[in-house]
């Protein structure tokens, strides 16, 4: 039998657990709409319904809660990510847009304030190289063996589903999801036919 001492314990866990989470989920519905200067952590704490102490009792600062939202989110990437069949070229592409289609805005919002995200700026620096090794991996069989020839491949293929080219397409120019994930496919085929 537990002891109410256990008891506490274990339930101040959980409250601390759940605190956090209802930080980092606040955070989020912030990040994902705002420009990192314009949200604060005032805000933050206001909209998870704590204090402004709490938050900074949990992640130390703005760039705290941040780095965390940042977490969950590539935790959602990768479970997303991982459902590509390698070498399919059309599910890649519906795999990547389907992520802009959640994150594209509030990633292109983080992309062009980099400079002034402090230690969040390598944050995107990761999320690049994460995007081309995920290249790398799903479309393996099709690249060069050459390393100078792999890469230049790499950096094309990045282009052609990188998250300004799915805003230029969706965002400006105004295709529709479809027409968006036709045009990445078919840049993406190019580069992939170009290299044979």
Do not use: C
């Amino acid at each position: 039998m537990k002891s109410t001492r256990s008891y506490d314990m274990t339930a101040r866990s959980e409250s601390s657990a759940s605190t956090r989470d209802r930080i980092v989920r606040a955070g989020a519905e912030l990040l994902m709409h705002r420009s990192y200067e314009d949200v604060t952590l005032a805000t933050i704490a206001h909209t998870a319904g704590v204090s402004h102490q709490t938050v900074l009792n949990h992640f130390g600062s703005k760039e705290g809660v941040a780095g965390a939202v940042a977490d969950v989110l590539r935790s959602e990437m990768d479970g997303l990510r991982g459902r590509a069949v390698p070498g399919d070229v059309r599910g890649a592409v519906r795999i990547v847009v389907e992520q802009y289609e959640q994150f594209g805005d509030s990633n292109v919002r983080w992309a062009m304030s980099a400079e002034r995200l402090g230690s969040l700026a390598s944050r995107i620096d990761e999320a690049r190289a994460y995007h081309q090794d995920w290249l790398g991996w799903v479309f393996a069989d099709d690249l060069p063996s050459g390393k100078a020839q792999r890469r230049r491949a790499v950096n094309a293929l990045h282009a052609a589903t990188d998250v300004y080219t799915w805003k230029l397409l969706r965002r400006d120019l105004g295709l529709s999801r479809r027409e968006t994930e036709n045009t990445m496919a078919g840049l993406v085929s190019g580069v992939l036919r170009g290299m044979s």
